[in-house]
């Protein structure tokens, strides 16, 4: 496989990306919410003086992990549109006919989403940190962040959800064949993410940085073996015919 | 697709001629490695179609239009071209005097730093043409190159078809214009879901088989009809003020023809002998006509 050519494609798909005003707000819409309302909720609840500092670690500590779910849900717009937007817009033939192999097309596309999605993700997330911090300072009188939970919320879970994500829409768009049904489809790549959010709100488990490295190997093995199915169920030469 | 046997050679300009849905689309598809083929062989370049070792020499050797020119809207003229000279892994230097040269006989180079979106048909359309060719392939496959075209872009276009043939390549076009595929083809093939003809346009227009007088009246009526019909000469067809007939020895049957019509009451203004064309072939196998029967 020649990287080159897989980064040929995902530059591409990114230009174009770039200039797609509606589907560039629709990415960066959720990060932007969760980097700004998730803060609100935190300056609410400490003026209210109705969290303590426990309290406080374990909202922060969901709200840190809500990025991971962010990042599963962000690709999807993404992720459907490159193969089956493409089709749409009828450019997808003319790509299945350059001597590209199916492996650097597919990285190429995953690059393309998950480049841009880990991008808001983080910058949503860097956002979220510095006014949470701003708050815990102004109200507590220390940072909150930089702790080892946003850490390895950031550095695994995060590249690990958006990953799982992609591939999961990759797998979803070439086995649906429907651009809407696809994107629809594509955002229950959220609810193992979502279920481990839940289970942590129910007090089943929670999510200090052990048990997120533990959700966090999890998520790395269901990724590989979403990488083989993507591999498996990507066959250009049914594209034209199968793919509505 | 059943029973499709044929062979296109180096340097030639062969048309596809068929209905739609005749499988016209699906074979040039199939032969790009597009898509798979169920059964049967094909060699591009001499290269097997659907074998694995083979099928990127294939990509490398052909050059695509679609039949949707599929562009990206976003980019410039020059961007979509330059990005399938990337996917093909031509040089910088290479990429910049190809697409410069192409972009130029097309007459594009002025636009070249145009968003595609601001294009008119006929301009994506050839902006879809030097997309095919970006990587100078020596096999090129034309999806309806002038479909929805205006008179001056198709005649642009099928004189850049007949460049291609004078720089050795070889083009295999699907058309419906059957004036196109007389102008710029050597041979051609006429499909309906199976091969029903194939060989050089001149062969096919063979002129005993098509051979029809044309006869223009001061006025057409039953009379005039019914006398020509008694004579039991070819197809008759009527086309506003003129009959069109059959003949098998146009000596011997025209003056035939002119006295029943005389004789009939009317007034010949004119006799003409019709040149055979590629869509008389074509509506004859494929079974199709146009023109109302009388």
Redesign the interface.
């Known amino acids: 496989m020649r990287l080159s050519?897989a980064w040929?494609?995902a530059a591409?798909d990114l230009?174009?990306l770039g200039?797609?005003r509606y589907t560039l707000y629709s990415l960066i819409g959720l990060p932007v919410v969760a980097s700004l309302g998730l803060p609100i909720v935190v300056s609410l609840a400490l003026g209210r003086g109705e969290v303590s500092g426990t309290g406080v670690e374990v909202l922060l500590n969901a709200f840190s992990f809500l990025f991971a779910i962010v990042a599963t849900l962000v690709p999807t717009v993404i992720a459907s549109y490159s193969f089956q937007g493409e089709k749409l817009?009828?450019?997808?033939?003319?790509?299945?006919?350059?001597?590209?192999?199916d492996g650097e097309l597919l990285l190429g596309k995953c690059l393309a989403a998950l480049i841009p999605s880990l991008g808001v993700t983080y910058v949503g997330a860097s956002i979220f940190v510095v006014l949470v911090d701003g708050l815990t300072r102004a109200r507590l009188g220390y940072l909150y962040f930089p702790n080892q939970t946003m850490g390895a919320v950031l550095l695994l879970a995060v590249p690990l959800a958006c990953a799982f994500s992609v591939e999961a829409n990759v797998v979803i768009a070439s086995l649906v064949g429907d651009l809407r049904a696809s994107q629809q489809l594509g955002t229950l790549a959220s609810v193992p993410f979502g279920g481990v959010f839940v289970l942590a709100e129910t007090n089943f488990t929670s999510l200090d940085a052990t048990r997120l490295a533990l959700v966090c190997a999890l998520a790395l093995a269901i990724d590989l073996v979403l990488l083989e199915v993507c591999r498996a169920t990507f066959r250009?030469?049914?594209i034209?015919?199968r793919w509505k | 697709m059943e029973g499709l046997t044929l062979r296109v050679e180096e340097g030639e300009v062969f048309g596809f001629l068929g209905p739609n849905g005749a499988g016209k689309t699906t074979t040039v598809?199939m032969l790009?490695?597009?898509?798979?083929k169920t059964s049967g062989e094909a060699r591009v370049g001499g290269y097997e179609v659907g074998r694995r070792s083979d099928v990127?020499r294939i990509?490398?050797l052909?050059g695509?239009l679609?039949e949707?020119?599929?562009?990206?809207?976003?980019?410039s003229a020059y961007?979509n071209l330059d990005?399938?000279g990337?996917?093909?892994?031509r040089p910088e230097g290479e990429r910049r005097s190809r697409i410069e040269g192409l972009l130029r006989t097309l007459d594009l180079w002025e636009r070249r730093d145009a968003p595609v979106a601001t294009f008119s048909k006929g301009v994506r359309q050839r902006l879809?043409i030097a997309?095919?060719l970006v990587h100078d392939p020596q096999v090129v496959f034309l999806d309806e190159p002038t479909a929805n075209l205006d008179p001056e872009s198709a005649k642009a276009v099928r004189e850049f078809i007949l460049g291609l043939k004078k720089e050795g390549k070889t083009v295999f076009i699907n058309t419906h214009n059957l004036d196109e595929a007389q102008k710029v083809c050597d041979r051609v093939g006429i499909l309906k879901t199976r091969l029903v003809a194939v060989g050089a346009t001149d062969r096919l227009l063979d002129p005993a088989a098509t051979r029809r007088t044309v006869v223009r009246l001061s006025r057409v009526d039953a009379a005039v009809l019914a006398a020509v019909r008694t004579l039991g000469l070819g197809d008759v067809v009527v086309d506003g003020d003129r009959v069109v007939v059959g003949v098998a020895d146009p000596d011997e049957d025209n003056p035939r023809l002119v006295r029943a019509i005389v004789g009939a009451g009317g007034r010949v203004r004119s006799v003409s002998e019709a040149a055979p064309t590629l869509e008389d072939v074509y509506l004859r196998l494929v079974g199709g006509g146009r023109r109302d029967r009388a």
């Open positions: 050519k040929t494609v591409n230009e174009v200039r797609k817009e009828r450019s997808l033939e003319p790509l299945l006919a350059t001597p590209a192999t250009r030469e049914e034209l015919t | 598809r790009c490695c597009l898509i798979s990127e990509r490398r052909v695509v679609p949707s020119v599929g562009l990206y809207d976003d980019l961007r990005y399938y990337r996917m093909f892994d879809a997309r095919a």
